[in-house]
């Protein structure tokens, strides 16, 4: 399957049984659940959808910011 590549933002393969992503163009090679977090933290709309990744580091964020008041 075609995906775009986190990193040079050219098209990527990704496994049929979502094994691995690899792009040709910058010889980025990782497995699905490393590229699921890599686009996590490069991608605001992507975040959205992976609310359980980056909730537990909003709320960590949320506590520092407490502590500015
Ligand atoms: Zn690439």
Not at 12 to 21: I, K, Q, R, Y
Not at 28 to 42: D, F, K, N, P, Q
């Amino acid at each position: 399957m075609k995906i775009r590549c986190p990193k040079c933002k050219g098209s990527a393969e990704l496994e049929p049984d979502f094994s691995l992503v690899r792009c040709q163009d910058c010889d980025l090679e990782m497995t699905y659940g490393e590229y699921v977090r890599y686009i996590a933290h490069s991608d605001v709309v992507y975040s959205d959808i992976l609310g359980d990744y980056t909730g537990a580091t909003a709320g960590q964020n949320a506590g520092t910011l407490d502590e500015w008041d």
